[in-house]
């Protein structure tokens, strides 16, 4: 019942925001081009790269106990020929299992990482005309284990449609065919309202095995038009029990 609400607000922003294509790609907070966590058919043009940090926070729980997350991340981006994407980003995990009822803390884990991210854009994306793109995230699959618990993430191969505002993803990796969606429109020239639904997470799950395999995240891309080719994100981030994500991003040209 909890995340039909949320729908209806995404629902009932969306019938006020004067909504439509948006012409600027930018970085997810996790180093490809795309919406919050996800990755969208959109890319930059040629010669262009972005500086990207990123600071997450994330609740689970199941009958038992719970599990905070806190991830701190930078990216760097870039497309050096038309239609490829590279990223590569430093991740910095850090994860705390207690009990459902009770203050004894059962896990302390810290953990860091390097991941590599490859995207290639079968098909543009234009106004009014649907893009296509294919890609792999973590290249080495450095987020598959932590601590020697199966995190259910891991390299994870996509293949990502967007259509002006929408975007529909499917994912292959060690659980199988798992997919998500994206929806990112204007409410404003500098502001834009994103929604996401993943049955496949970038947060670790393990320590326990949640309740819910899901994650949603729903929030603001802001491009301050004082400082050009920057955005922030600020984003409700969680499965039901919503959290904190907040990032920034700067675009710039190499050559």
């Known amino acids: 019942m909890q995340r039909w609400r949320y729908v209806a607000v995404v629902f009932f922003i969306f019938l006020l925001s004067d909504y439509g294509f948006s012409a600027e790609p930018a970085v997810s907070w996790l180093g490809p081009v795309g919406l919050f966590t996800q990755p969208s058919a959109n890319t930059f043009r040629k ?8 600071e997450l926070r994330f609740m689970q729980d199941n009958n038992d106990s719970c599990v ?5 991340s930078g990216s760097f981006t870039v497309v050096p020929v038309d239609r490829l994407e590279l990223a590569i980003s430093t991740r910095h995990e850090m994860i705390q299992t207690f009990p459902m009822y009770g203050a004894d803390l059962l896990h302390d884990i810290s953990v860091s990482e390097i991941i590599g991210d490859i ?15 294919v890609g792999i995230i973590d290249l080495t699959n450095a987020t598959d284990v932590i601590a020697g618990h199966d995190t259910e993430r891991g390299r994870r191969f996509y293949l990502a449609g ?3 505002w929408a975007t ?3 994912t292959h990796d060690g659980q199988g065919i798992q997919g998500y969606v994206g929806v ?5 020239t500098n502001i834009e309202f994103i929604y996401e639904y993943s049955t496949a997470p970038i947060f670790p799950r393990a320590l326990p095995h949640p309740s819910t395999d899901v994650n949603c995240n729903m ?3 802001i491009h301050p038009c004082e400082i050009p080719n920057l955005r922030l994100d600020l984003a409700a981030v969680g499965d ?3 959290c904190f994500g907040f990032s920034f991003s700067q675009k710039f040209s190499l050559f």
């Open 168 to 170: 529909l993803g499917v």
């Open 119 to 133: 995207k290639y854009v079968v098909i543009p994306v234009e106004p009014c005309k649907p893009g296509l793109a």
């Open 162 to 164: 967007t259509y002006e």
């Open 219 to 221: 929030g603001l891309r």
């Open 68 to 72: 905070k997350t806190t991830s701190i």
């Open 47 to 54: 010669g262009e790269a972005a500086l990207t940090f990123s």
């Open 240 to 242: 039901g029990h919503f």
């Open 184 to 188: 990112d429109f204007t409410i404003n």
